[in-house]
């Protein structure tokens, strides 16, 4: 008879074992192998724990996975909530006042005020814009209100010069943030371009506040003499330079 396989020195062949101990071999083999076969997967499942696409250190058992830190990168609240009154953020077209003055008894516990203006308009009739922020308490009863007064010192394109008279215009209501602002102030007529205009910010009593408009409609009103404003009740709070040149 021809054998199919290799006999073993105890008469069993050797690919083939038989009885107890062959069954117990085979057992041993298959969780062997069954262990193997466990190890290489779970050795599968730590890399992948451990090794994210992007190339950062897995997280310690127990510990909470980050996301990427690509993702976790944030603006700072500071920064996301950009200050309203930042003026510096304005075009290279606003420009800071060289002349501008503040009442520093007003401002000793708070920031000295800020202001930027912008001319632009239609050529030969300029219009001034403001954009400015202070600290200030306003007293209960007072109204601060923005005053503009042709500078007498400049002349326009004909050679006349600014009246010198002081024209109320708006009461001004910064917003929490202290921001106030005053966008395309008709400097006047075609052919102005050439005179300045001084900006006065003043704190008047409501009454006086109230005044102001009904004095601008009387007939031929124009503007108050430097005798009639010095005879107004108000206080200082600034004022500053804008050229319209």
């Known amino acids: ?44 499942a ?35 909530a950009e200050d309203p009154c930042d003026l510096r953020r304005l075009a290279d077209s606003w420009n800071q006042p060289p002349s501008q ?3 520093e008894t007003l401002f000793a516990n708070h920031d000295a005020p800020r202001v930027y203006t912008q001319v632009g308009g239609p050529a030969r009739s300029p219009e001034i814009s403001v954009k400015g922020q202070m600290s200030l308490n306003i007293p209960a009863g007072q109204v601060l209100y923005l005053v503009t007064r042709p500078d007498p010192d400049s ?12 024209y109320p215009g708006t009461p001004v209501s910064p917003t929490s943030s202290g921001c106030w ?8 007529y ?5 005179i300045s205009e001084t900006y006065l910010l003043v704190l008047v009593g409501s009454d006086q506040a109230a005044k102001f408009p009904a004095d601008r409609k009387a007939k031929d009103w124009d503007g108050y003499s430097a005798d009639d404003w010095r005879a107004l009740t108000k ?4 004022n500053f330079h804008v050229s319209t040149a």
Do not use: C
């Open 155 to 166: 002349k326009d394109e004909f050679g006349h010069p600014g009246n010198g008279r002081f």
């Open 1 to 44: 008879m021809t054998r199919t396989g290799t006999d073993s020195d105890d008469g069993t062949t050797g690919d083939q074992p038989h009885g107890e101990d062959g069954k117990t071999d085979n057992r041993t083999r298959i969780v062997i192998a069954s262990i193997g076969a466990l190890a290489a997967v779970a050795a599968a």
């Open 46 to 80: 730590a890399g992948a724990w451990f090794a994210h696409d992007d190339g950062t250190k897995g997280t310690p058992a127990g510990s909470s996975v980050s996301a990427p830190v690509s993702i976790l990168v944030s603006t700072p609240a500071s920064s996301a």
């Open 181 to 188: 602002e005053d966008d395309n102030h008709s400097v006047g």
């Open 235 to 238: 206080i200082d709070v600034m």
């Open 190 to 194: 075609i052919g102005v371009e050439g």
């Open 101 to 103: 003055r503040y009442n």
